[in-house]
C-alpha cells in the first residue's frame, strides 16, 4: 500500500459544477497538507498548504483535513474549464521547506465548457 | 522575480548513454529537491540538498543516478547508462527553509521531459 492513495480518474464535469478531491494517506507522522496544481507541460504550482484539520478557503477553493480518518479533500465551486489540469495531493512530516514531499499521483480533472 | 529555471526542457537519448539535467533554483532558496514524475507512479522523491549539509539521496533508485549541487544554487542530476524505464519527467523545486507554512513552500520548475529510447 502506497503511503498516499489518490484516485488518478479522468473526472470530467461540466462548468459550473462543484468538483471534490480526494487523498487517503496511512502515514500518521503527516502534519502539513499541500494540494497541487499542474498544467499540461508545466510544474506544479501551490494551490492549497494546510496545517491542522479543517476547513481553509481560498476564493473558489476549500481544503480540507480529517486526521482521525487519514483524509484530506479539495472542492472547487464553480469550476471553470481554466481549472483542467492535474491535481496532486501532497504531505509531509514537518514544514515543506526542508523535507522531501510525498504525493498523490494526481487525479485528471476536465471542465467541460 | 525569476522563478525555477530547468534544461534542456526535453532530451531525447539513447539506451546505454549519459545524461545531465540542470536546474537553477529561485535565488536566494537554500533548499533544492529533484522529483521524478512517471506515468503511472506519480512524482517521486530523488534527491535533497539543504545549505551545506550532506545530501539526502534515500530516493535515488540506484547508484546509477547522481546529483550535485555547485555553491549552493545550480545542481546537476546526471544518470548513467540510462534506460528504457529511466524515460520520465524529471521535476527540481526548491524552498526557503522558514519553519512557517506557506513561506516554505516548494517551488517547481517546468521540468525536463527524458526519452531514452
Known amino acids: 500500500q502506497k503511503e498516499v492513495e489518490q484516485d488518478p480518474g479522468p473526472l470530467s464535469v461540466p462548468e459550473g459544477a462543484i468538483v471534490s478531491l480526494n487523498c487517503t494517506y496511512s502515514n500518521s507522522a503527516f502534519q502539513y497538507f499541500m494540494w497541487y496544481r499542474q498544467y499540461s507541460r508545466k510544474g506544479p504550482e501551490l494551490l492549497m498548504y494546510t496545517y491542522s484539520s479543517g476547513n481553509k478557503e481560498d476564493g473558489r477553493f476549500t481544503a480540507q483535513v480529517d486526521k482521525s480518518s487519514k483524509y484530506i479533500s479539495l472542492f472547487i465551486r464553480d469550476s471553470q474549464p481554466s481549472d483542467s489540469a492535474i491535481y496532486l495531493c501532497?504531505?509531509?512530516?514537518?514544514?515543506?521547506?526542508?523535507?522531501?514531499?510525498?504525493f498523490g499521483k494526481g487525479t485528471r480533472l476536465s471542465v467541460i465548457a | 522575480g525569476a522563478g525555477v529555471s530547468q534544461s534542456p526542457s526535453n532530451k531525447v537519448t539513447e539506451k546505454g548513454k549519459d545524461v545531465e539535467l540542470r536546474c537553477d533554483p529561485i535565488s536566494g532558496h537554500t533548499a533544492l529537491y529533484w522529483y521524478r514524475q512517471s506515468l503511472g507512479q506519480g512524482l517521486e522523491f530523488l534527491i535533497y540538498?539543504?545549505?551545506?549539509?550532506?545530501?539526502?539521496k534515500s530516493g535515488l533508485p540506484s547508484d546509477r543516478f547522481s546529483a550535485e549541487r555547485t555553491g549552493g544554487s545550480v545542481s546537476t542530476l546526471t544518470i548513467q547508462r540510462t534506460q528504457q524505464e529511466d524515460s520520465a519527467v524529471y521535476l527540481c523545486?526548491?524552498?526557503?527553509?522558514?519553519?512557517?507554512?506557506?513561506?516554505?513552500?516548494?517551488?517547481f520548475g517546468p521540468g525536463t521531459r527524458l526519452t531514452v529510447l
Open positions: 540538498f539543504q545549505g551545506n549539509s550532506a545530501p539526502d
Open positions: 523545486a526548491s524552498s526557503l527553509i522558514t519553519g512557517i507554512p506557506p513561506t516554505d513552500t516548494q517551488y
Open positions: 501532497a504531505m509531509s512530516v514537518a514544514g515543506s521547506g526542508n523535507t522531501p514531499l510525498v
